[in-house]
C-alpha cells in the first residue's frame, strides 16, 4: 500500500498526461496533464471506473485494457480519439500493467499525450498539398526550374506528362527546343532566355509543341529570374498545357456559327430589339409563331405590341427588386433596362390574328461594356401543349390529393443513398407538419415513431433493405401536434443492375379511427362473450336448482315415509305421540325448504355473489338432522358437528344447505350392516382457508375402480334402491361454481372421508 501511495503522488505531480487504475479499471491517480488534455477539470475521477469517465471507449480498446491486465503493453503512436461531446481529440498512448510487490498485477499506468494540434496542421498541409496537386493536375500546370550556372534543367512530373516523355528522360535546354517543330518558336525562347540572362527579364510565352509521342499541345510559358548578388543565376517557372481552352476558344467559334444557324432556323422564336424596344430582329421561328413576315416587323413595331401591360409592368417590378431590393428606392432617372438582365419565365404573346398562348421566354439584356443597354435577346418557346399536359396533372393530382385525404393516405419517395425524402401534401397532414418549412430525410419521419414502436420500425426497414422487398407493417407515430396516431405502410423497393437498393416509396395511411373501431368490436364481442357467459352460467343455476329442487325434496319425502314405517310398526302410545311429533317438525322443515326454493325461483337469476350471506354452521347442520330425522332414528346414526375453529361463513344459504343435506344423507344411505352410522363434521381453517370435513363410517368406495367418476352425473357405486347417482354431482358443481374444491378419500368396509375447501 505505501508503494501505490508513491506512485499516486508521482504521478499527481507528473507534468506528462499520466493514470494510474486498478484491476477493476478504477481511477487510483492522475495527473494534472491527464485532467487538462481530456477536459476533466470539472469532475471528481478517483475512485470512479475508466469506462463511466469515458463512455465513448468501444469494445476493442476494453479488449486491450484486458490483454495489459494480464501483462501485455499497448504502445500505439497516433489514433483518434471521438468524445462523447462529439469532439475529435488525436492521441498516442502507453498502456502497461504496474505490479505489487508479491508480483501481482495491481492495475494499468496509462500514459498519453494529446497530439491533436499537431495532427490537424499535419491534415492541413496534406490537404493543402493535395488541393494544390489536384489544382495542377485539373490545370495541367507544371513547374520547372533552369540553373544558369551549371546550365542544368529540372521538370516537375507534370511537365514530363506534358511532353509525354518517361520517368528518366533528362530535360536540357537543347533537347527542349527539339519539342518545337517550327523555327520561330524555337527562336523565340532562346530569345526570351538570352534576355533573361542579360536583363533578369521575365519569360512569357504561348507556343505550340509535337510531344515525343507525336501529339500536338498548346502551352503557355511563364518564368522569372532569381538573382544573387544582383547577378541572374536561375529562371524558375510554370507551364500549363492550354490545349483544352485553344479547343474551347475553337467550339466558341463553332458554337457562334450554330447560334447564328439557330437564329436563322424556323424551329425556335428568336427577337431582338435595340435600346428602345424597337425590334431589329425576327426569324423564321417568329414568323411562325407569331403569324408576322420580318418586313412587317423589324424596325416598325416594338415587343410590348405582342405582350400584355401588367405582365411587363411584373417583370419591371421584378427586375428592381432583384437588382435594387426596393422599389422605392429608385430615382426617377433609373432605367431598369441597364441591369445585366439574363430572366426566364413565362409570357402570354399575342398573335397576329389577336389569339394567344402560353410561352418559356428567356430575356437576356445586350449591355456596353459600360453597362448601357444596347437591347434585349429573346428566345420563345410555345408551351401550349406542355400546359395543356401540366393542368391535366394538376387535375389528376387533385383528385389525387382528394383521394388521399377521403381515405386518409399519403405518398412518400425515399432515395435512400442521398437520404432524400420527399412526401405527398396528405401526409404533411396526417403528420400535423408545415409542408413549407419542413426539410425531409428519414429521421424526419423516425423522430415522429412513437418511443414504443422505434425498435419495431428499425426491425422492418432493416428487413426490407436486407432482402429487397418491403414488408408492410403499422405503428404509432406521436404527430406535431402531440397525438397519437396509428399508420399503415405499403411500399416497394427500388434497385439498380447490380441489385443494389437506391430508392424506397409506398404509401402512409391513418388507421387511428379503424383501429377504435376493430377495439369497439372487439370489446362488443367481448361484452357479448361477457353476457353469454353469465346467461350459460344463469342457465347452469337454473338446471342446478331443478336438481336441487328435486334432489333435495326427495330426502324430506322419504324421511316422512320412514317415520310413517316407524309409526305403523310402534303399539307403545307415546312413542307414537312422540313420532307424531317429529312429524310435526319434517312437514315444517319441508315446508321451509318449499318456501325458500319458491323464493329462488322467484327471484331472477344472478350473479352468485349477490346471494351470499352470513351463516351460521350450527343452524345448518340442526336444519339437516331436523330434515333427516326420520332415517336418523331408523339407522341410529350418530352425528357431531366440532365448529370450534370456524362456525359462521358467507357462502349461499341453498348450496350449503344442499351440500350438508346430500353428503349426510350419503352417509346414512351407504352405511355399513354391521355397525351403528357415525358421521362427524369438523371445520379447520388452514393456510387461511376455511375447510370442513365430513367423516363416516359407512361401507366405503373402491377408489381405484371408481375414483373416476367419484362425481359424475348418474353414476352409482352401491346397490341401493335410492341411489341416484345426482347428489355428488350437484355438491361438487355447487362448490366449484363458489370457487372451491372437494377431494374424497375412502377405504372399502371403513368409511369415507369428504374435504371441502372453501375460496
Known sequence: MLQEKHHQI???????AIA??????????ASKRWIKDFKL???????????????EIGDDWKEKHKECLNGAIDICDEAPFYRKDGSLQWIYWDVRPWYKQN???????????DITVRKENE?????FKSILSDTSEIARIGTWEIDLILEKVTWSSMVYEIHEVPPEYEPTIASGLTFFEDEASRNSILQSLEQAKEKGSSVNLNLKLKTAKGNSRWIKIIGKVELTNNIPTKIFGITQDVTSSRLSEQKLNIAHAELEAIFYSESAAVISTNETGLVNRFNKGAEELLGYKAEEVVGVKKTQEFLFTQEVEDFRKDIIKTFRGDISSVGPDYDYRNENINDTREWTFRRKDGSTFPTLTTITAVNS????????????????????????????NDLLNLAEKLSLIGHWQWNTDKDKVEWSQNLYTIFELEESVTELEFDTYYNFVHPDDKDLVTEYFNKSANDKKFYSFTHKIITGNGIVKTIHLTGKVITDINGKMFEMFGTCQDVTEAKKEERKLIEAKEELEIIAQKLSYQNKQLADFTHITSHNLRAPVANLNSLMEIYKLTENETERLDIFSKFDTVIDRLTLTLNTLIEALKTKISDKEEELEQIDLNEILDNTIQ????????SGAVINGDFKEFSNIIYNRIYLESIFLNLIGNSIKYKAEDRTPEIMITAKIKDGRNIIIFKDNGLGIDLKKHGHKLFGLNKVFHRHPDAKGVGLFLTKTQIESMGGTITATSEVNVGTTFTIKFN
Open 10 to 16: 508521482f504521478i499527481e505531480q507528473t507534468p506528462t
Open 20 to 29: 494510474m487504475l486498478d484491476v477493476n479499471m478504477v481511477y487510483l491517480a
Open 41 to 55: 477539470e470539472d469532475e471528481g475521477i478517483v475512485g470512479r471506473s475508466h469506462y463511466d469517465i469515458f463512455p
Open 103 to 113: 508480483g501481482e498485477v495491481g492495475g494499468l499506468l496509462m500514459h498519453t499525450g
Open 123 to 127: 491534415l492541413k498541409e496534406k490537404r
Open 369 to 396: 461594356v459600360e453597362g448601357i443597354n444596347g437591347g434585349f435577346i429573346s428566345v420563345i418557346t410555345d408551351i401550349s401543349k406542355i400546359k395543356n399536359v401540366k393542368n391535366e396533372l394538376k387535375k389528376k
Open 627 to 634: 330434515t333427516l330425522s326420520g332415517v336418523i332414528l331408523k
